[in-house]
């Protein structure tokens, strides 16, 4: 009984693109993210951007960049940007 | 200015405390925003510029682009700006600029904020 109780506390939800994505660890790279959330049903691509929300704004989130989560976090993915001539 | 573009006004704010925010209102209830200063890296020379853009009255259906920053912005290296990278140009306000060129070709509106694109724009500039 310990034993699950113990495993199930170490899966955390947090929101990608305002959507509950579920994870088994709390220290997890960004790739590790939009993987969760892409097979969670977020409708994004492995190659979006991932920006953590934070009080004074956004910091992006690189594929090998490791965040802490807590419950509170609050991601955003979005597609990459192009050059272009304007 | 319409209410979606207050809201990107507001949250440019939030996210830029140490930046002066600079919000004109266009004709059309959009509005021309400088954000003073930003730190674009060493590798840039000055290292810090102001950075202005439109947020247009479509807001957030429309893609906030492109930026532009000071016009004297060179590499530090001495190299060649790079793609997407115009010198020579005018901003919006008609002053003197060197403009960023990256459009979000695929923009979701329920996602893309002006906030976020300015720090795409800026992680871009900072990773050349």
Not at chain 1, 20 to 40: C, F, H, M, S, Y
Not at chain 2, 31 to 37: E, K, L, R
């Amino acid at each position: 009984m310990t034993q699950m109780a113990d495993s199930k506390s170490k899966t955390i939800t947090i929101t990608v693109n305002k959507k509950a994505v579920e994870l088994e660890d709390r220290r997890v790279t960004g790739l590790e993210i939009k993987q969760a959330a892409i097979a969670q049903g977020v409708r994004i691509q492995l190659d979006f951007q991932l920006a953590l929300v934070e009080p004074r704004g956004e910091k992006i989130i690189g594929d090998k960049d490791e965040v802490t989560l807590t419950k509170h976090s609050t991601f955003v993915a979005t597609a990459g940007d192009d050059n272009s001539e304007a | 200015m319409t209410p979606e573009v207050e809201e990107a006004i507001s949250e440019l704010r939030q996210a830029f405390p140490d930046s002066a925010v600079t919000a004109v209102a266009d004709a059309h209830g959009g509005a021309f925003m400088t954000v003073d200063p930003v730190l674009i890296g060493e590798q840039w020379s000055p290292a810090e510029t102001w950075i202005k853009f439109h947020i247009t009255f479509q807001y957030p259906y429309a893609d906030c682009y492109p930026h532009f920053v000071i016009p004297e912005l060179r590499r530090a290296d001495g190299a060649a700006p790079g793609e997407g990278i115009q010198v020579g140009v005018s901003a919006p306000d008609g002053q003197m600029a060197t403009q960023l060129s990256r459009r979000s070709n695929r923009l979701d509106p329920s996602t893309d904020t002006a906030v976020v694109k300015l720090i795409k724009v800026l992680e871009w500039l900072r990773s050349r």
